[in-house]
């Protein structure tokens, strides 16, 4: 199913589930809706939604956004995925913001070589990536990327980081091919021609042909990005390097959630925003009024937040009174 192939959506018109549509007024965002709850359209277009997955409710219809692609995919000889990837280093890391920009080369395109997508140019790199899958059993995956040492390139390039490629970014881009930048695309073979069909033509007498170009091509049109974090390096050998990736959410040593749940010491700073206390009176640790700015302690406790603010006022104290022990 393809952007020509989709009807745009019509105002006051039976819709059955399934339907997908287009929005008649274009929204740039690259998205087609599919009918989730059969029904009636209203009679004003609705706002659609921009995001793969919102829903939409127009009259007795509810629509649910999903990208060009999705519907791309339902046809029976769909587009070549293109497969890209970025690695973006972490100057607190690796001492440098520098992005990598590769593909493993593999396509259907003419010239098999880079791959430009929204103007940035993605190398031909001997690579091999996979893992991606979601089993559904609860666990991340851990995707791995074996990248071609037979040079010794990567060998050189991990030795000029301090810590490796650990830590490191790795996003992972899928479009089709029909939806890449025009420039990767060969000209057409047709060369301009003046008003009196004659061949406009360079200084060596060399033909001057019509630039490439894609009509189909749409920015837009990708699937959702999956971000990865480089968490070890599992081989390395004169053949290949190969690294183990998790997700945001899979790092080691990463605490969840990252803020302990204590019942009797206030987290907060004093007098900072979340303490919200700007008063004038002072009183030291032990809740004691005193004269001095100088002598002026929070004590941590519920009761220092109780001299401040008063006994029956609602009080913003920084933690968990009514769990019962000091940290769950």
């Known amino acids: 199913m393809t952007s020509a192939s989709v009807t745009p959506w019509l105002s006051d018109t039976a819709y059955t589930l399934g339907t997908i549509v287009k929005a008649y007024t274009d929204n740039g965002g690259g998205f087609f809706y599919r009918c989730i709850v059969a029904g009636t359209s209203g009679v004003a277009e609705p706002f659609w939604p921009t995001v793969i997955g919102n829903e939409v409710v127009d009259g007795t219809v509810t629509w649910m956004a999903v990208s060009i692609i999705a519907g791309d995919l339902q046809t029976p000889a769909p587009d070549a995925i293109i497969e890209m ?28 070589g880079n791959i430009f997508w929204k103007g940035n140019e993605y190398l031909k790199f001997p690579i091999e990536a996979d893992g991606f899958e979601y089993s559904g059993q609860g666990q991340l995956p851990r995707p791995k990327i074996r990248i071609s040492n037979i040079f010794g390139t990567i060998t050189a390039i991990l030795l000029t980081l301090p810590n490796g490629l ?20 060969p000209p057409s073979g047709d060369a301009l021609l003046t008003e009196d069909n004659f061949y406009l033509l360079l200084e060596d007498g060399g033909k001057i042909l019509i630039e490439a ?38 790092l080691a040593g990463v605490r969840a959630p990252k803020r302990q749940c204590i ?23 032990e809740d004691v009024p005193v004269s001095l700015e100088s002598e002026d302690v929070c004590g941590k406790r519920l009761a220092s937040c109780k001299a401040r603010f008063g006994a029956n006022a609602e009080l913003p104290f920084g933690s968990f009174p009514g769990i019962n022990s000091a940290t769950a």
């Open 166 to 185: 650990e830590g490191a970014k790795l996003t992972r881009l899928r479009t089709l091919a029909r939806y890449l930048d025009p420039v990767n695309f």
């Open 213 to 250: 170009t894609n009509p189909t091509s749409d920015e837009t049109a990708e699937f959702p990005r999956e971000i990865f974090y480089i968490d070890r390096k599992t081989a390395e050998t004169r053949d290949v390097v190969e690294f183990e990736m998790v997700s945001a959410m899979d």
């Open 85 to 112: 990837f970025e690695l973006n280093l972490n100057p607190a890391i690796h001492g440098t913001n520098e992005i990598y920009r590769f593909h493993a080369g593999v396509n259907e395109l003419p010239n098999y």
């Open 263 to 285: 019942s009797n010491i206030c987290q907060w700073r004093y007098r900072s925003n979340e303490c919200g206390y700007e008063g004038g009176n002072y009183f030291n640790a």
